[in-house]
């Protein structure tokens, strides 16, 4: 079965630090990857995705991400995190059958301080 | 343009009472979704629908059902309302096709539900 998991619950950076986001799937072919960030209050807005060729891909804000197919990831990057940055993010895999619904890991919830 | 629209945004419930949801979207979607997104929990998929008058159920089906009478719009009823349902619900859509034709999934902004 595919499933996502996200390892870190909640991760605090200070303002103009890089950050990583882990991401490790459970697939059994090449799966299509995307990040999502969940502002307070708001809803999902899809940061970039991977659907094959290049392994890194980039998004929107500056982000980043790196499919591994060794280590089964998909890793969220930023060099330099601002303060609007402070988000829920959702790693989610896809498409899987009729419908082609996501299946989400639980979410990293980032904290930047100043 | 609004996109993805839930209504109501937020709503209390006393348990044993019903209510119902509504997405609705202006993008000519095919594909509609329901997810609740519970602490630790990510979003699990409620059920979904891949065209009017279509819906299938998802991950977490068990003490809601869909109608899809409208392709703008997807319902999620609750026809007797349990604490275990509290949750923030999210809405999606997404244009049919496989997702490498750029079929980017568009979310609402949620609804928190409380049931008391």
């Known amino acids: 079965a595919q499933s996502v998991t996200q390892p870190d619950i909640h991760i605090t950076v200070s303002e103009g630090a890089s950050l990583e986001l882990r991401c490790n799937y459970s697939y059994g072919a090449t799966p299509y990857l995307f990040w999502y960030v969940q502002s307070p209050g708001q809803g999902l807005q899809l940061l970039l995705k991977?659907?094959?060729?290049?392994?890194l891909v980039q998004g929107i804000k500056g982000f980043e991400a790196e499919f591994k197919r060794s280590q089964s990831s998909f890793n969220l990057r930023k060099p330099s995190v601002h303060w609007s940055d402070a988000a829920e993010y959702f790693c989610a895999v896809g498409p899987l059958n009729t419908g082609n619904q996501f299946y989400f890991g639980t979410g990293t919830s980032l904290t930047v301080i100043p | 343009n609004a996109g993805v629209t839930q209504t109501p945004k937020f709503r209390v419930l006393k348990t044993g009472q019903s209510m119902t949801l509504l997405c609705a979207q202006d993008m000519n979607h095919e594909y509609m979704y329901w997810y609740r997104q519970d602490p630790g929990m990510g979003l699990r998929l409620i059920h979904y629908s891949v065209g009017e008058g279509t819906t299938a159920k998802g991950e977490v089906p068990d003490g809601y059902n869909v109608s899809r009478l409208k392709k703008q719009n997807f319902l999620l009823g609750l026809e007797s309302a349990a604490p275990s349902q509290t949750s923030v619900y999210f809405c999606a859509s997404r244009r049919a096709g496989s997702l490498t034709m750029n079929t980017e999934a568009f979310f609402g902004q949620g609804t928190r539900l409380t049931v008391v």
């Open positions: 991977y659907f094959s060729g290049d392994t």
